[in-house]
């Protein structure tokens, strides 16, 4: 996804000065005429295919096969460990999961990770973006390595390292922080779910603020310095400034800082599988799927759950696109 | 501009592509041919231990003056992550699995299918003289030995010989969980036991259930729309009232809910250490810690053993039993040479080395006669006698439903009701089964 993204911006920027001819009035029947492209832009437009048309082969081996070849497999009943009694049962897989409340409670637990985790890593993200773009230009690169590196630890290192951090047996959080009201060395955090959901949201937030704190940091460089300048000149504190100017002028950054963290977050599995495995209320969804397809080895309840989850990532994208009218190609640094 | 800028930007990183691309088609290169393999080398897929496993493999390939080679290959540590890989390798028709350490739970949903090469006679003959009840009924499924009995687990009572007996407790005779339960909370003092949800919950509500008489599947053979659950009974109920009165009065101390073998162990070896049910790597590993300067002398000398407390002081125990069985795929393309490579695997010899080396108890009753086991385990004696009367955790096709259900039902054991949990969790696990809700 990411190598079309350039060809395509690349074509935009060039074809948009170039002479523009319009053959399809010819057509007649009433189509939107094509573009006539230059031969520089048309030469462009095929290295572009040329050059991600591979990736984009090789993506659609990789993930709309998986894909339908889940959709098929969910309208059966199969059991890996009986292969013989697969049978066909339409949508009764779905049915089961809509029905149980277990999907529910999943749906809620996922939601509201991804919608604090999401909110908590705007703000600060968008603070470390402001040090970072603000840096004197000796320290920027050392900063932003800095600031870089939770992000760059592998999730699951990064939960053990959490969860040892606050197990009650080989833990230092209770006893530095014993001074806080309702932290004492007995409290188990991962015996209850506020507890347990609080350490895996602020371990998800501490290893993903980097990401959305560089996409807008992007965001931030893109608003032209004129701007905040001409505001100072009339009078414009620094908060009017961030509200009139900044923010507005970032705006398609954010939303897709906030669009791609919240399918991220949407789909959290390592946190919860390490620290907890879905215990004591911390179930989330890609971990229901997991339950299914890999421990149970039920592949056709398994892929229903995966689909489901898919659809649900679907209904954020649409959300976030036609609603929110988040351009993922104006925010890739074009005009 | 920004033509100019891409352009040299497009130059600067054509050697970075042509590295990228040569580390792409390098890694698909190598991931296409993997080692060769001679026709007479077995893969052994075996569970994390202390290298016990891979020096016995190097030892029978040495002894088989080159009939066949044993290469080892390393399972992922958790129990329920090898069964994953275990059961998509063999759905999958994987030709090298030729020998499998299994764990006995899983046996049943792997020999079901068909997925392991039938146990020549003559092997089976050869491999179940001496070896304790348990672990045989382990690796039987339908009145048939589809896997070798290797080493056989269980748990027994560790207790600190202080505390016991400032509470009174005689220890020369079985106890119970109610005095056990009582003394810890007279010296208010931590009992081990194991509350997290996991495979270790199943274990103990199943010791718990089988030593008050009964057990967690009535007909193991059962399909999965008419399997019976025992859950729902007096024995249920009574396992119920043990854990429920642990959690809810806080016996287990303020870890329980998330307390597995190991937790307990910590806990055990600290000041509020009582009583514990664990296996018996406790004495290698609290040795160890000794030698190593984390863990006073005194604590080793004050720690006592016995056998698995009973539900009533009138009927005997039946501890949990694990361990591990030798299976061979179904699919694998020396299933004798794999057979022969077992007899050699579980001999009795090979069995006590593998308990003197890595702490591991073995299946075959002979093998405790060797005198280097009574000097490294002086509690030898009582984890063969614990074996003879441990009961397996329920045999069925459908064990990781029964167990996760059970997990999910019975976690946290504050959280557990006698009047309520067991007709849930039976109710539960039924209806997972029928293929009517979710796990």
Redesign the interface.
């Known amino acids: 996804m990411t190598s079309a993204i350039p060809a395509k911006t690349t074509t935009a920027s060039s074809t948009e000065p170039g002479p523009r001819l319009d053959v399809g009035k010819g057509n007649g029947n009433g189509k939107k005429p094509r573009k006539q492209y230059s031969d520089r832009a048309r030469a462009e437009r095929r290295l572009g295919w040329m050059l991600a048309g591979p990736a984009f082969l090789v993506m659609l081996a990789v993930t709309l096969y998986p894909i339908l070849q889940a959709v098929y497999d969910s309208l059966f009943q199969f059991r890996l460990t009986a292969p013989d009694e697969r049978a066909f049962i339409g949508l009764q897989n779905y049915a089961v999961i809509l029905t149980d409340p277990v999907w529910w409670t999943g749906l809620r637990t996922t939601v509201f990770i991804t919608v604090v985790t999401v909110i908590v890593e705007l703000v600060l993200g968008f603070a470390l973006a402001l040090v970072m773009h603000k840096a004197l230009k000796s320290v920027r690169g050392p900063l932003r390595t800095a600031i870089l590196v939770p992000y760059g630890i592998i999730t699951v290192v990064s939960a053990f390292a959490w969860f040892y951090a606050f197990d009650i047996n080989s833990g230092y959080v209770n006893n530095w922080f014993s001074w806080v009201p309702g932290i004492d060395e007995n409290l188990n955090w991962f015996a209850q779910g506020g507890t347990a959901l609080f350490v895996i949201m602020a371990s998800e937030i501490w290893k993903t603020t980097p990401f959305i704190s560089l996409l807008l940091l992007a965001g931030l460089a893109q608003v032209p310095d004129e701007l905040s300048e001409a505001a100072k000149v009339d009078g414009a504190t620094w908060w009017e400034q961030m509200r009139k100017v900044i923010i507005p002028n970032m705006k398609a950054a954010i939303m897709v800082a906030v669009l791609f963290r919240a399918l991220d977050a949407f789909r959290i599995f390592d946190n919860v599988f390490i620290m907890t495995n879905g215990a004591y209320g911390t179930e989330v969804l890609s971990l229901l799927a997991y339950r299914q397809s890999i421990s149970r080895l039920e592949i056709g309840l398994g892929s229903a759950v995966s689909v489901l989850l898919f659809l649900c990532v679907l209904l954020i994208c649409f959300v976030a696109i036609k609603l929110f009218k988040v351009d993922l190609a104006g925010s890739q640094g074009g005009k | 501009m ?2 100019s800028r ?1 352009t040299r930007n497009a130059v600067k990183s054509r050697p970075k592509a042509a590295v990228l691309a040569g580390l792409v088609i390098g890694t698909m290169a190598m991931s296409g041919c993997g080692p060769g393999e001679a026709d007479n080398s077995l893969t052994w897929y075996i569970n994390p231990d202390a290298g016990g496993q891979a020096a016995i493999a190097e030892k029978c390939s040495d002894e088989s003056d080159g009939r066949y080679r044993i290469e080892t290959s390393l399972l992922p540590s958790q129990a ?1 992550s090898q069964r ?1 890989q275990l ?2 390798r063999l ?1 999958a028709g994987d030709k090298s699995l030729d020998i499998m350490s299994l764990d006995p739970p899983f046996i049943a ?2 020999a ?2 068909g ?1 392991l090469a039938p146990v020549p006679d003559d092997v089976a003959a050869a491999t179940t003289e001496n070896v304790v009840e348990g672990a045989l009924t382990g690796a039987t499924w339908k009145d048939e030995l589809v896997t070798v009995p290797f080493w056989a687990n269980t748990q027994i009572l560790w207790y600190r010989k202080s505390v016991a007996e400032a509470a009174g407790l005689d220890m020369s005779q079985p106890v119970t969980w109610e005095q056990i339960m009582e003394a810890a909370r007279s010296q208010d003092k931590s009992l081990g036991v194991q509350g ?3 495979e270790s919950m199943t274990v103990w509500v199943n010791a718990l259930i089988e030593s008050a008489g009964g057990s967690i599947i009535v007909d193991p053979e059962a399909t999965a729309d008419t399997i019976e659950l025992g859950l729902d009974s007096e024995a249920g109920v009574a396992a119920a009232e043990v854990i429920s009165t642990i959690g809810e009065d806080g016996l287990g101390g ?5 307390q597995d073998e190991n ?1 307990s162990l ?2 055990f070896q600290g000041d509020s250490g009582s009583f514990m049910v664990n296996y018996p790597f406790v004495w290698p590993a609290t040795n160890g810690a000794v030698e190593a300067g984390t863990l006073d002398q005194a604590v080793l000398d004050d720690i006592g053993w016995g056998i698995f407390p009973r539900m009533s002081a009138d009927q005997e125990s039946a501890p949990p039993l694990g361990g591990i069985n030798l299976g061979v795929g179904a699919e694998s393309d020396n299933p004798d040479l794999a057979y022969e490579a077992i007899q050699c695997i579980v001999s009795v010899e090979n069995q006590a080395e593998y308990f003197v080396t890595n702490g591991n108890p073995p299946a075959n009753t002979e093998a405790y006669e060797d005198p280097r086991i009574a000097e490294s385990f002086p509690m030898a004696e009582t984890i063969r006698d614990s074996l003879q009367v441990a009961a397996p955790r329920p045999q069925t ?1 459908f064990y ?2 029964v167990s ?1 259900g059970i997990q999910q039902t019975w ?2 054991p504050a959280g557990v009701d006698p009047e309520t949990t067991p007709e849930t969790s039976s109710d539960f696990i039924t209806s997972v089964l029928r ?5």
């Open positions: 920004p033509t891409r329920a994953e059961a998509r759905a949903e792997l079901e299918p997925f997290r949800q996991a303020p870890g329980l809910p998330t937790d910590i806990a096709p990781n439903e996760t976690a946290p293929g009517e809700q979710l796990l």
